[in-house]
């Protein structure tokens, strides 16, 4: 058991390992954190919906729920395949408020969905907010209203694309008592 806290990225399906590289040192940088690439899992093939041609989030966040992770204080789900929830046609991620994992897909923040392949820095940025988003709520931190706010919930890319990787004020305040309260996670 590491004495530390620290944030789990883990890999689900293949990842590239510069992406989980660049996550992992602008998550710690963000949280305060440090954040490791733990080995890499599956995608369980049973949670692929045919009829949708998407991977329902909500199984693959419950199988990384079920794998070992104790060690890590945290862990968010990578994965390159496309996601949903039944009441959306896509997500870009999906979280447990107040608890230990997130998932995110880089599938449509990479163009996937219409094959519009954004410059590599725009990917990383959208990547970037999606992680340090659904890591909010685990730290449970609520969808913002606020203008601009990292934990505002982005519908689209174009939402996406217009916050910026900060928290308004009041999610600032949420977070570091979230962090005081705690202590050590």
Excluded: W
């Amino acid at each position: 058991m590491s004495l530390r806290p620290f944030l789990g990225l883990v890999p689900m399906g293949h990842v590239d390992l510069q992406v989980l590289q660049h996550l992992r040192t602008a998550i710690a940088e963000f949280l305060s954190l440090p954040a490791r690439i733990l080995p890499p899992g599956p995608l369980p093939p049973h949670t692929y919906h045919l009829p949708r041609i998407h991977y329902p989030s909500t199984p693959l966040l419950e199988y990384l729920l079920s794998e070992d992770h104790d060690e890590a204080c945290r862990v968010l789900g990578l994965t390159a395949v496309d996601l949903y929830i039944p009441i959306f046609t896509f997500v870009f991620g999906e979280a447990q408020l107040d608890g230990k994992a997130a998932i995110i897909s880089t599938f449509r923040p990479g163009g996937g969905a219409d094959n519009l392949r954004p410059p590599r820095s725009t990917f990383l940025e959208r990547l970037i907010k999606l992680s340090l988003h659904e890591l909010g709520h685990t730290f449970n931190l609520p969808h913002c209203r606020r203008e601009g706010c990292l934990m505002g919930f982005a519908a689209n890319l174009e939402i996406l694309d217009q916050k910026k990787v900060e928290l308004c004020q009041y999610c600032r305040i949420l977070l570091v008592d979230y962090f005081n309260t705690v202590n050590n996670l």
